[in-house]
């Protein structure tokens, strides 16, 4: 019998060696342990939290490859594959970095805004416009709207709200010429773009970006942010809302407990869904949180029915607290007993 020649097991070797190392294009998403805020979120003069406020996140191992992939799913709880969001997302490091960046800010803003409200005051709260957050990835033109651009006008009409801006889209038709008034650099400038040329799940028509209000409030000067950039996007608004009003109020809202959780919050207090909200509630018990705080169902996402199952699929100990709106949160938490 003739024998095969060494160098082809080698090579078979070292292609099924190499394919290990080779990008599997799914990010692998698992719990991450909560962020204490505190030392974020400063009132100068104000109280010290008597317990924890834990700000939770996921982790992910991006684009990763095949033996990181096994592993993780081998030893960690609450794993989940997903498409690589690398390998889908159009859009330059530059102008996601800024994008975050904008989203941090304006949900400090929002924080503060909603805080005071809350203890009585009544600062006061201009629109500026509206950043892009997304673009429809087959937009014709989506190379007119930059993300650094901020949204005033559309079709001569100053834009008073969200709402506003909502409605003047849905009265046009697909594919119909609209013209944006932006500030790019400072600068006022017209675009004219073509609405999106199909209509969404309920008919309505879609620009082929969407927008998010940008807001400018009155300052405290009492109210410091430290190095609070680095923890990320949108889903820490309800956390470092609830850390400020601690902090401002007399009595603690915490009595002693350890409070994790998540949501993103609109101008008006609402509490908006997040992702992985199975890992954040994972992350929250295993590192012994008390409460984990999530945004309740409302028709559309589901982060509360999802948290239920995770607490009881995976056997978590934490209780949880579905709430839809911060001052829902507050009486929440103004409710819970003291911790010894």
Known sequence: MKRRAPWIVVVVLLVIIGSGFIPTGYDVLLAGNPI??????QYEGGSELDGDLGMTYVSTLENTIWPFMILTLLLEEGVDIVPAYSE????EKEDLDYQYKQMMEQSKIKAEYIARGVLGEDPKLDLLGF????????WADK???KV????IEMDGEKLESYDH?????????AGEK??????????????????????DFYGNTMLGVFFEEVFETSKDKNIQWQNIENLGGPSAGLMITLTLLDKMMENSLLKGNEVAGTGTITIDGEVGPIG???????GAANAGFDYFIVPQDDGWENNETIARRTVKEEGLDIILIPVGTVEDAVKALEKLPEKK
């Open 178 to 199: 609209t013209m944006l008034t932006l500030l790019r650099d400072g600068e006022p400038m017209e675009v004219e773009v073509t609405t999106y040329p199909h209509k």
């Open 36 to 41: 204490n805020l505190d030392e974020f979120v």
């Open 148 to 151: 650094t651009d901020l949204l």
């Open 143 to 145: 190379d007119l709207v």
């Open 165 to 173: 801006l909502d409605q003047l889209i849905v009265e046009k038709e």
């Open 131 to 138: 950043y892009p957050v997304h673009f429809l990835p087959d």
């Open 88 to 91: 889908h997302v159009d859009m």
């Open 276 to 282: 992985g909200v199975k890992q954040k509630v994972i």
